[in-house]
Nanobody
Framework: QVQLVEAGGGLVQPGGSLKLSCAAS????????TIWYRQTPGKEREFVAG????????NYADFVKGRFTISRDNAKNTVYLQMNSLNPEDTGVYYC?????????WGQGIQVTVSS
């Protein structure tokens, strides 16, 4: 059974940083592309960043370029999202998704709140 578990969210002040993680069981991240999405208040779920497999090429939404970094640790079977220079507009629930030939798998989501 595939399970993705996000961690690392919480409350941070504007300008601060958080590092989200997405750990997988029942699935090997290095074999599949992984994507971070978010759902901010009043908006649809949107793409944030993705990392391909096996090369690990990355791409980002324009609103996070230069601030967020997606990475993967194959030994830990975990994908990360380093988020810097956070602002209140980044507040929302962040989800990781693994895209496989059997379909897409989602984590349960984790709350990120940017507020002073």
């Amino acid at each position: 059974q595939v399970q993705l578990v996000e961690a690392g969210g919480g409350l941070v002040q504007p300008g601060g940083s958080l590092k989200l993680s997405c750990a997988a069981s029942g699935l090997t991240f290095s074999l599949y592309g992984t994507i971070w999405y978010r759902q901010t208040p009043g908006k649809e779920r949107e793409f944030v960043a993705g990392i391909s497999s096996p090369i690990g090429s990355t791409n980002y939404a324009d609103f996070v370029k230069g601030r967020f970094t997606i990475s993967r640790d194959n030994a830990k079977n975990t994908v990360y999202l380093q988020m810097n220079s956070l602002n209140p507009e980044d507040t929302g629930v962040y989800y990781c998704q693994a895209v496989t030939g059997r379909g897409a798998y989602w984590g349960q989501g984790i709350q990120v709140t940017v507020s002073s």
